[in-house]
């Protein structure tokens, strides 16, 4: 399974519109070579540099799998039109919130998870509580890691 962005490189800087430094928006991201059997995905996206340890960025679970990507500037809402649920980030808030590293250069991964099943829980699970959920339902996991640091 591969994970990519049409915005940054696999290990690339992510341009500042998808920052606290800008318009904080989501970025857009593609996979391909899926397992067949896979029924949801789910994505996490967290900065293990973060001075108070590992921040998470975004919880996103019961993405169909007919799905392939992720459009750029997704709502935070909890529930998305095509059923995504959106969990709660380190900010306590549902939805997307983009780098903003106190300082020097922050790697953010983008982990996706293709599952052997769709979650029946409800929106604004935290990371810990989907990890929990997921666990033995992972049939691949891939990653795209993207870095960012604001211009002083």
């Known amino acids: 399974m591969k994970l990519t962005s049409p915005a940054f490189n696999h290990q690339g800087m992510i341009p ?8 904080d928006i989501s970025p857009p991201l593609e996979w ?4 067949d059997d896979a029924q949801s995905f789910s994505l996490i996206l967290e900065d293990p540099d973060a001075p108070a340890g590992t921040w ?3 919880v996103v679970y019961n993405i169909p799998s007919s799905d392939s990507k992720l459009a750029e500037n997704i709502p935070s809402d909890a529930v998305l039109p095509n059923g995504i649920h959106q ?3 380190s900010w306590h808030q ?4 983009g780098p903003c590293p106190p300082s020097g250069v922050h790697r953010y ?4 998870y293709a599952l052997d099943c769709l979650l029946k829980n409800e929106p604004g699970l935290s990371k810990e509580e989907l990890l929990v959920l997921i666990k033995g339902h992972i049939l691949e996991e891939t990653q795209l890691i993207g870095r960012y640091q604001r211009a002083r």
């Open 87 to 89: 969990g709660r980030n």
């Open 32 to 35: 391909a070579d899926v397992p």
């Open 94 to 97: 549902v939805g997307y919130g």
């Open 16 to 23: 500042a519109v998808y920052t606290c430094d800008s318009r």
């Open 109 to 112: 991964f983008f982990k996706l």
């Open 56 to 58: 998470v960025h975004w």
